[in-house]
């Protein structure tokens, strides 16, 4: 199922002297889903008024269109996630890209590139030669992929190496962002609201690992990830501890949920 994009959309403009034709409708009724998703897609997991704030619809038409999206697949509700210490009342319910809501967007080649590791992992020999061989790869591949981001975290102020990397990684198509940690004191999260190559890391877990090293090396501290989305979960969260904590840490792996 392949969900266009905004720019491959086009309306019908509208007979003349009639307003809006039928298709006209149903095309602008398509495109404000498709920024529904987009948005879904561009900030993680989200409740009808935060789509409704950042897209400045109201909350009834946002349900709309979340509906419409359900029924397709596209999305699904969940219950939000909460890490800390959790208030009174029920969890809000959020809406989540679903995996067939994923494959619409960015992702291409999944199966090519699943196809290209198992060979890589069956040439070395297979079990622990061959997993130690992927994971070779994805760190030679997130290592070419660092060395764009490089220049960009050390021209930053130290203060702020996690927003410029969060930037990095939005231009290379993983929706990322840098905000502070439920205790701020502590530290930041940066979030990747998207992953381009999520599928194909459910079966090689080595390319998270090989990421998480990297951030770690880029910012010159141990980090933590929290969530994943090749592991179910809505964003891609990773812990960054201010360099004057002593909380654990590690730059690998994903802490269980």
Same mark, same amino acid.
């Given at each position: 199922m392949?969900?266009?994009?905004?720019?491959?959309?086009?309306?019908?403009?509208?007979?003349?002297?009639?307003g809006?034709?039928?298709?006209?409708?149903?095309?602008?009724?398509?495109?404000?889903?498709?920024?529904?998703?987009?948005?879904?897609?561009?900030?993680?997991?989200?409740?009808?008024?935060?789509?409704?704030?950042?897209?400045?619809?109201?909350?009834?038409?946002?349900?709309?269109?979340?509906d419409?999206?359900?029924t397709?697949?596209?999305?699904?509700?969940?219950?939000?996630?909460?890490?800390?210490a959790?208030?009174?009342?029920?969890?809000?319910?959020?809406?989540?890209l679903?995996?067939?809501?994923?494959?619409?967007?960015?992702?291409?080649?999944?199966? %090519?590139? &699943? *196809?290209?590791l198992?060979?890589? +992992?069956?040439? !070395?020999?297979?079990?622990?030669? =061959? $997993?130690?061989?992927?994971?070779?790869?994805a760190?030679?591949?997130?290592?070419?992929?660092?060395?764009?981001?490089?220049?960009?975290?050390?021209?930053?102020?130290?203060?702020?190496?996690?927003?410029?990397?969060?930037k990095? %990684?939005? &231009? *290379?198509?993983?929706?990322?962002? +840098?905000?502070s !940690?439920?205790?701020?004191?502590? =530290? $930041?999260?940066?979030?990747?609201?998207?992953?381009?190559?999520?599928?194909v890391?459910?079966?090689?877990?080595?390319?998270?690992?090989a990421?998480?090293?990297?951030?770690?090396?880029?910012?010159?501290?141990?980090v933590?990830? %929290?969530?994943?989305?090749?592991?179910g979960?809505?964003?891609c969260?990773?812990?960054?501890p201010?360099?004057?904590?002593t909380?654990?840490?590690?730059?690998?792996?994903?802490?269980?949920?």
């Amino acid at each position: 199922m392949k969900y266009a994009s905004e720019h491959q959309e086009s309306a019908a403009p509208p007979a003349a002297g009639a307003g809006a034709s039928p298709v006209s409708a149903h095309d602008d009724q398509r495109s404000t889903r498709n920024r529904v998703a987009r948005s879904i897609l561009d900030h993680g997991p989200s409740t009808t008024a935060d789509i409704a704030r950042r897209l400045k619809l109201t909350q009834a038409a946002v349900r709309r269109h979340l509906d419409t999206l359900v029924t397709e697949g596209i999305v699904e509700p969940r219950e939000q996630r909460v890490y800390g210490a959790r208030g009174r009342g029920r969890p809000a319910k959020v809406f989540a890209l679903t995996d067939c809501g994923r494959d619409a967007f960015d992702q291409a080649y999944d199966q %090519l590139a &699943a *196809d290209a590791l198992r060979w890589i +992992a069956q040439s !070395a020999g297979g079990g622990e030669m =061959g $997993e130690a061989a992927v994971a070779a790869f994805a760190r030679a591949r997130l290592a070419a992929q660092a060395a764009g981001y490089r220049a960009a975290i050390e021209a930053a102020a130290p203060e702020s190496r996690t927003e410029a990397l969060a930037k990095a %990684l939005t &231009a *290379d198509g993983y929706a990322a962002t +840098a905000r502070s !940690a439920p205790n701020p004191r502590l =530290g $930041e999260q940066l979030c990747q609201h998207h992953c381009p190559v999520a599928h194909v890391a459910e079966q090689f877990p080595q390319l998270c690992e090989a990421e998480t090293e990297v951030f770690s090396h880029l910012l010159g501290t141990h980090v933590q990830r %929290l969530a994943t989305i090749a592991h179910g979960d809505g964003v891609c969260t990773t812990f960054i501890p201010k360099k004057n904590t002593t909380a654990s840490a590690s730059t690998s792996g994903r802490k269980p949920a």
